[in-house]
């Protein structure tokens, strides 16, 4: 694990990994869209809908993870200063938001059918929207501040801050009187979904995590690039400003 | 495909809104990485290098470090 933390090690490990993980992931995700639409029946209240929930659970869960890691990797940037955790935060967070995103639209597009509205200010639904809006800020912070060491250590700090919202997404359901359903999977009493809808969830939920992972990964290596162009990009400045000395 | 009922529109939405996502954020992710790549290639190219990528190879420069031990007359 520590040689991962070199950079150009990193590089190697992604490079012979990505094409396994491509191939992997999409399997998954058709075997993932097979069960959801010719496999798990219509549920019966919901009907067709719920077919709804087999990109917008699995998007869910991401928009948290994603947020879990940007918490972990900060702590990683703040404490040991690595520039990989600086990397893995400021790649996570464009992937996350757009999870959190699919996962507001897709539950607006559930919400309508089923409870007659796109949208209520609920526990649950404000605290996502405002997981997205953290996200958003991280990725403006990132953008604003030029130096990668110092937007690294700023956005470390608003990530660890804003990290409060998870548990509040994750108990919302339970602390406060929400239209959203409780928790129907991740319980204490195990799920309470029927198996031939939990499978093909299960196998959406695994898909989308390779996909969140690979992206993740292929997004690492650009931006590791990146601060290698803006080293060199410097070494070239430096270079001209002692020719002309 | 099932027939998806009256909500049908609903369902299909969900799912191409997902797809056109992702497939930006993927698209977006690939070409950053092709255009950092093109863009490290060409400084290379005009002979600017990381220190570590234009040092000397390091498996001479430790055999001839090593200490030889010498016999006694």
Known sequence: MVSLANPTRFLGLVDRVVPLLTALTLILLGVGLYLAFFVAPPDYQQGETVRIMFVHVPAAWLAMFGYMLIATAALGTLIWRHPLADVAAKTAAPIGATFCFIALVTGSLWGKPMWGTYWVWDARLTSVLVLFLLYLGLIALWQAIEEPGRAGRAA????????????IIKFSVNWWNTLHQPASIIRLGGPTIDPSMLWPLLVMAIAFTLLFVLLHLLAMRAEILRRRVRALQLTQVERAALVEA | MPNLGPHAIFILAAYGVTFIAVAALALAIVEDGRKQRRLLA????????????????????????????????
């Open chain 1, 156 to 167: 470390a700090i608003l990530a660890l801050v804003g990290a409060i919202n998870i548990p």
């Open chain 2, 42 to 73: 060409e400084l290379e190219r005009k002979g600017i290098r990381r220190r570590s990528a234009s040092a000397p190879a390091k498996p001479d420069a430790t055999r001839a470090a090593k200490p030889t031990r010498k016999r006694r007359p």
